[in-house]
């Protein structure tokens, strides 16, 4: 029933930019809490930035000045901005919303399927 969609990823030469987007259906989308994570190969996952429902964000350090998250509530949707990308920033990158389905439900954290990008000359 919850479904988190990713879009927008795909190859990108060093320098550029790619705006990923995640729609959120089956979830109180203007309450939750939403975020990019990403895991690079052989790697962790890790944080890329977050977004409040209130709007308030926070970033990575290595992520902070590069990449931006922003939230259209009306459409359900949270976005990542990534500017001046560099082959580190290759990985695997998820959608999460921290959610309630209804408003009887306790919140629970949803993830996306993972959208590759690939920063490469």
């Known amino acids: 029933q919850v479904h988190l969609m990713e879009s927008g990823g795909g190859l990108v030469q060093p320098g550029g930019s790619l705006r990923l987007s995640c729609v959120a259906s089956g979830i109180m989308f203007s309450s939750a809490a939403m975020g990019w994570y990403r895991q690079p190969p052989g790697k962790e996952r890790e944080l890329v930035a977050t977004i409040t429902s209130e709007g308030r964000t926070n970033y990575a350090d290595s992520m902070k000045g590069r990449f931006i998250i922003s939230r259209d509530n009306a459409l359900n949707t949270v976005n990542l901005q990534m500017n001046s990308l560099k082959p580190e920033d290759t990985a695997v990158y998820y959608c999460?919303?921290?959610?309630?389905?209804?408003?009887?439900?306790?919140?629970?954290?949803?993830w996306g399927q993972g959208t590759q990008v690939t920063v490469s000359s």
């Open positions: 999460n919303a921290g959610a309630r389905r209804n408003r009887f439900d306790v919140k629970r954290n949803y």
